[in-house]
């Protein structure tokens, strides 16, 4: 797929769990013992190896459930030359109008951010879905959601955990720094990463979307998944709409409040579906993922995943052979951020 090591390219940063950034270069090397031109990322998440497939010249379909992932890939998957210049950020840093909504600052006080940051959230998102073109909302809100990623501890909106910053304590853990830093500095840092990482690789890219990863299209020749991880220290599996589903809001902001999920207490998230179930309940994982493979037995598949996981790296060897797969598991040793554990990523190539 080229030379990737001296090509000096820089991906947008991510705070974002189970983000494969920091594996593009290992998922490269071994792409390339096969030969497609055309693939679909099933999870898609941050768009960081559909943007690495876009690099070097494939066509590229970028799947996800959550709007906000798809918003992200729409900025610099889809997009091939929009960019926000310093106009489009005042656009968005003004107050343009006399009154602005207060939802976040009305749902969400006390929850997340401070009250003058939800008041600016309310100002810069209602500004944001005054631009015409998508790609410049697209790039905008992207570094809307790493803004507000970096200013929460641990990056996720699962619990109301402002304390944990606003506590004049002695920490051992963090960045109190990123955390004050002003929504306005964050942003406009983020925009120059997208705007750095737009480009043309003259194929029709796009994103598509959706729930139900099994009726995404087929007639690629390759299909790469990301899944949600399901460990056996788990009880249920990562659930991604619970960690960003305020970013989830932010994507459709004017709706946000009809979307409110019931008992959900303070941090007030959207309620689950069947299909974020699929991958969190262990009742149903394994069937999930035969399902998966299934669908696309007669594309090459790339899955990533890890060695303590649920199906385990046996399983899914079984079920890619069911499939009248050839396979090889590629590992590397790694550990998570928020993890203690040790683990292997693992990376399954089947032809």
């Known amino acids: 797929m080229g030379d990737f090591a001296n090509s000096g390219f820089r991906y947008p940063s991510t705070r974002y769990t189970g983000s494969k950034r920091r594996f593009l270069e290992w998922i490269k090397e071994n792409s390339d013992t096969i030969k497609f031109d055309t693939v679909l990322d099933l999870f898609g998440g941050t768009a960081s190896v559909s943007l690495l497939f876009k690099r070097y010249g494939k066509q590229v379909s970028y799947n996800d459930f ?20 310093d106009k489009d950020l005042a656009s968005v840093f003004s107050k343009t109008q006399k009154r602005y909504p207060n939802f976040i600052q ?11 940051e939800n008041a600016w959230l309310d100002q810069a998102i209602t500004n944001i879905n005054k631009i015409d073109n ?16 970096a200013k929460r501890p641990f990056n996720l909106f699962h619990r109301a955990n402002l304390y944990i910053r606003t506590n004049d304590v002695k920490r051992t853990f963090c ?59 788990m009880t249920q599996g990562t659930n991604y709409l619970a960690y960003y589903h305020f970013l989830e809001g932010l994507a459709d902001y004017k709706n946000w409040k009809n979307r409110l999920g019931k008992d959900t207490g303070k941090v007030k998230r959207m309620e689950d579906s069947e299909e974020v ?36 790296k ?7 052979h069911n499939g009248g ?13 928020l993890s203690r554990r040790q683990t292997n990523e693992l990376l399954f190539v089947a032809t």
């Open 66 to 85: 959550l709007a906000s992932n798809q918003i992200v890939a729409k900025a610099i998957v889809e997009n091939d030359g929009i960019t926000i210049s």
């Open 106 to 116: 009305n749902t969400y006080k006390n929850v997340f951010f401070l009250d003058e």
């Open 134 to 149: 998508e790609y410049k909302r697209a790039i905008l809100m992207a570094s809307l959601f790493q803004a507000c990623l």
């Open 175 to 233: 960045n109190k720094t990123t955390w004050e830093r002003s929504f306005e500095e964050l942003v406009s840092r983020y925009v120059k990463e997208y705007n750095n990482a737009v480009f043309s690789n003259k194929r029709n890219n796009r994103v598509i979307g959706g729930y139900n990863a099994a009726k995404s299209p087929n007639g690629v020749d390759l299909v790469y998944m990301d899944p949600p991880y399901f460990s056996e220290h």
């Open 277 to 312: 179930y699929s991958f969190t309940r262990k009742d149903r994982v394994l069937e999930t993922f035969e399902k998966l493979i299934k669908r696309f037995q007669h594309t090459q598949l790339i899955i990533s995943y890890q060695s303590n996981g649920i199906p385990s």
């Open 314 to 320: 046996e399983q899914i060897i079984e079920m890619l």
């Open 325 to 337: 797969k050839k396979v090889k598991v590629y590992e590397k040793p790694h550990k998570y951020a």
